[in-house]
């Protein structure tokens, strides 16, 4: 499985950015997505899934601000970022598991006025 990540950048506190994560190497439909993040100096933690039969979860941190979803034409998982916060500056990231883990490249997201 490989996952292709773009979007992201740089926004001002209370914009909005959005990520993208396209797959291949597996049918999309049955593969379990899910965002997560890095902050400098920290652990890699979770944001937001979205599973193979519809259901999607957040981090309570980006509940209300963050909306998961996929689009299984193109094939890819979207991360809409809206009211950001200087906190959710981080590193981004894809993921799918397949009895592994596989990530996507990551992609860096700047919030600052």
């Known amino acids: 499985v490989n996952l292709v990540q773009s979007g992201g950048g740089s926004a001002q506190p209370g914009g909005s950015l959005r990520l993208s994560c396209t797959t291949s190497?597996?049918?999309?439909?049955?593969?379990?997505l899910s965002w997560h993040r890095q902050r400098p100096g920290e652990e890699r933690e979770f944001v937001a899934s979205s599973s193979n039969e519809g259901t999607v979860n957040y981090a309570d941190s980006v509940k209300g601000r963050f909306t998961i979803s996929r689009d299984t034409t193109k094939p890819t998982v979207y991360l809409q970022m809206d009211s950001l916060k200087s906190e959710d500056t981080a590193i981004y990231y894809c993921?799918?598991?397949?009895?592994?883990?596989?990530w996507g490249q990551g992609t860096p997201v700047t919030v600052s006025s």
């Open positions: 993921k799918t598991r397949l009895y592994i883990p596989y």
């Open positions: 190497g597996f049918r999309f439909s049955l593969l379990n």
